[in-house]
């Protein structure tokens, strides 16, 4: 890996693991959660684990694209983020925009 490179990633990779034991003592609570949940419990791991996590990672490529002056590497990680973004933190607008595109093409 480039110098360049190397300490963003790492930067992240430390970030995400100093994250991840506060999220996972939050996760269990009083106990006693079945099966039921663990879709539920799941989707609430990804929202606040990847989400900040998918935040901080393109911001790191989009300004180091900046700085290298690549503006299509610029755009597209933004646009890739929005993207992700959208999945994660609004599940639910993201599923009625894809029906709405499927019902205007088919």
């Given at each position: 890996m480039r ?5 963003p990633?790492?930067a992240?990779a430390?970030?995400?693991s100093?994250?991840a034991p506060?999220a996972?003592?939050?996760q269990?609570g ?10 539920d ?12 996590l998918l935040?901080?990672l393109?911001?790191v ?10 503006a299509g590497l610029?755009i ?13 933190f ?6 009625s ?10």
């Amino acid at each position: 890996m480039r110098p360049r490179t190397k300490y963003p990633v790492m930067a992240s990779a430390a970030l995400a693991s100093a994250v991840a034991p506060s999220a996972a003592h939050a996760q269990k609570g009083g106990g006693g959660g079945g099966v039921e949940q663990a879709g539920d419990n799941a989707a609430d791991l990804i929202s606040e684990l990847v989400g900040p996590l998918l935040l901080v990672l393109i911001g790191v490529v989009a300004i180091g694209a900046f700085i290298q002056r690549n503006a299509g590497l610029a755009i597209s990680a933004t646009v890739v983020g929005l993207v992700a973004g959208l999945f994660i933190f609004d599940p639910g607008s993201a599923e009625s925009a894809f029906k709405d595109v499927y019902d205007a093409v088919f």
